[in-house]
């Protein structure tokens, strides 16, 4: 049974940085990429993050995070991590780490793309 467990959020002041880490198991084999999405209250869940896995790590970004977030992986330890610096209170949400096992062509911030979920880790910014 596959499970994804999100860690690290946090409060921080704007300027500030957090680095949440989603440790997996139970996967049989490596998923086709992972990704982080946030949800803030009233707002849809959005993609933030990903890194695909097949033929070397290709990364993308939500153009809102570019440049102050960061994603990786630690394969030793099925760990992904998302470094986040230069926080905003825009970037204020629930936190969810994803995993995608099957391909169905849509772009990757595409939440109903993502078999596997973790459960959240809160981030909160105060200006």
């Known amino acids: 049974q596959v499970q994804l467990v999100e860690s690290g959020g946090g409060s921080v002041q704007a300027g500030g940085s957090l680095r949440l880490s989603c440790t997996s198991s139970?996967?049989?084999?490596?998923?086709?990429?992972m990704a982080w999405f946030r949800q803030a209250p009233g707002s849809e869940r959005e993609g933030v993050a990903t890194?695909?896995?097949?033929?070397?790590?290709?990364?993308y970004f939500n153009e809102s995070v570019k440049a102050r977030f960061t994603i990786s992986r630690d394969k030793s330890t099925n760990t992904l991590y998302l470094q986040m610096n230069g926080l905003k209170p825009d970037d204020s949400a629930m936190y969810y780490c994803?995993?995608?096992?099957?391909?169905?062509?849509?772009?990757?911030?595409?939440?109903?793309?993502?078999?596997?979920w973790g459960r959240g880790t809160q981030v909160a910014v105060s200006s």
């Open positions: 139970g996967f049989t084999r490596d998923p086709y990429s």
């Open positions: 994803a995993a995608k096992t099957t391909v169905f062509g849509a772009p990757w911030w595409t939440s109903s793309e993502y078999s596997h």
């Open positions: 890194i695909y896995f097949i033929g070397g790590y290709t990364y």
